[in-house]
């Protein structure tokens, strides 16, 4: 396990990079976001979302939202063409807002049975490095269950910190607060109000003349 200590916004590439070969090969580790500290893993590799998952404690029959880098990339995975996924997209992403959404039709990722999937945009230029290189992450939160979200690394519990192959220490976490949940599958429903409160969710929504497509 190796430990990098840099910055949200100033890093080397090669520093991304060797965190991006490490998740290619199926490792898993702990990186800065611009919501809290997550648990890194390729969407794509089910031995490590599944070895994520064990560290986490998490039921597998629980999807991971998983980020990526732009909203082509989201049309990708989930149908993020519809009017309330683009007045959500154009208002808050890149940021703190996950959109559940529908599923795209032939779509294969792992641990990701049902007809909806998760997805955000991260507004942390180190994840969005990271993505060039390593493709589609998943990064739930840093924490065990009961725990609060860890903003520092000193806030991870050892046994999540010993459980990685890597950790990029950047110091606190601007966003400090857990990115919103909204489902847009079947209507709008804030299943988690985070960084973005629920108002501020209605308002794009409100505010949405018909939508435009991507």
Known sequence: MFVIKTGQDRFKS???ERCAD???SGG?????????YGLAA????????ERLLRVKQRPSDKPLPVQVGSSWDANLLGVADTPAAVALIERFWPGPLTIVM??????EIPYQSLATIGIRVPASRFCLALMSEAGYLVVPSANLPGDQPPITVAGIAPEVRDAVDFIVDAGECPGGVESTV??????????REGA???D?????MHGDAGGRHL
């Open 102 to 107: 529908e599923r795209r039709q032939g779509t």
């Open 182 to 191: 909204v489902d847009i599958s079947a209507g709008i429903e804030v299943l």
């Open 22 to 24: 490490v998740l290619k």
């Open 196 to 198: 973005v409160s629920r």
């Open 28 to 36: 898993i580790g702990i990186i800065p976001t611009d919501t809290v």
């Open 200 to 204: 501020e969710v209605l308002s794009a």
């Open 14 to 16: 090669e520093e991304v």
């Open 42 to 49: 390729s969407a794509l590799d089910a031995a490590a979302v």
